[in-house]
């Protein structure tokens, strides 16, 4: 049973460039949350897909922006690059909206130049 | 602003002692708490949940205490192994809202 899978494990990028980030939730989890966790900080909310929408975002500028396809997979897609956008960028999967437990991917750790 | 607030920042314990973590909260409505445990280099691991109809839960050598009227819970890691070595975080999620609001995170350290 395959657990939630994110791609690139790292990612080098200068200020200015988009950079797009990938997401497989766990095995029969159709919901997929984002969230940016910088260096010796918890993660911070980005947003939250279900049934391919976007349901909550967080206070995040609008360069942030995402999608999911039909198979729960999910994108996570950042313009503009900032170098206050190098961080950890996680995925957690979970099974509908609610109070559910939401299980992390390793991360994709985004280095801005 | 921070919705849920940790302590202590760090701490280091012996082997076998039992390091013990606090989180607070102001929002009401949450209704979830989880705790997850981080390694270097990994996304974080899901450890315990607790409900406030729950004063206290056990898994293992991880035991959650919750007090609903101080919105205040923590985290008990008994009998401590170097293996335990890692960062905390503690977490809330609202029943109408739901994403986790994360803690700053504790960094533990169990000497052996």
């Known amino acids: 049973d395959a657990g939630v899978t994110q791609s690139p494990t790292h990612l080098i990028k200068t200020r200015g460039q988009q950079v797009t980030l990938r997401c497989s939730p766990k095995s029969g989890h159709d919901t997929v949350s984002w969230y940016q966790q910088a260096l010796g900080q918890g993660p911070q909310f980005i947003f939250q897909y279900y049934e391919e929408e976007e349901r909550q975002r967080g206070n995040f500028p609008d360069r942030f922006s995402g999608h999911q396809f039909p198979n729960y997979s999910s994108e996570l897609n950042v313009n503009a690059l900032l170098l206050g956008d190098s961080a950890l960028y996680l995925c957690?999967?979970?099974?509908?909206?609610?109070?559910?437990?939401?299980?992390f991917g390793p991360g994709t750790r985004l280095t801005v130049l | 602003q921070q919705q849920v607030k940790q302590s202590p920042q760090s701490l280091i314990v012996q082997k076998g002692g039992i390091p013990i973590i606090n989180c607070a909260y102001e929002n009401t409505a949450f209704d979830y708490f989880p705790w997850y445990q981080q390694f270097p280099g990994k996304g974080p691991a899901l450890l315990i949940a607790?409900?406030?109809?729950?004063s206290e839960k056990k898994e293992g050598r991880f035991t959650i205490s919750f007090n609903k009227s101080a919105k205040q819970f923590s985290l008990h890691i008994m009998d401590s192994q170097p293996g335990d070595s890692a960062t905390y975080f503690c977490a809330a999620m609202g029943s109408n809202d739901y994403k986790l609001s994360f803690g700053a995170g504790t960094t533990v350290t169990v000497r052996a």
């Open positions: 957690a999967s979970s099974l509908g909206l609610g109070l559910t437990e939401q299980f």
């Open positions: 607790i409900r406030p109809d729950v």
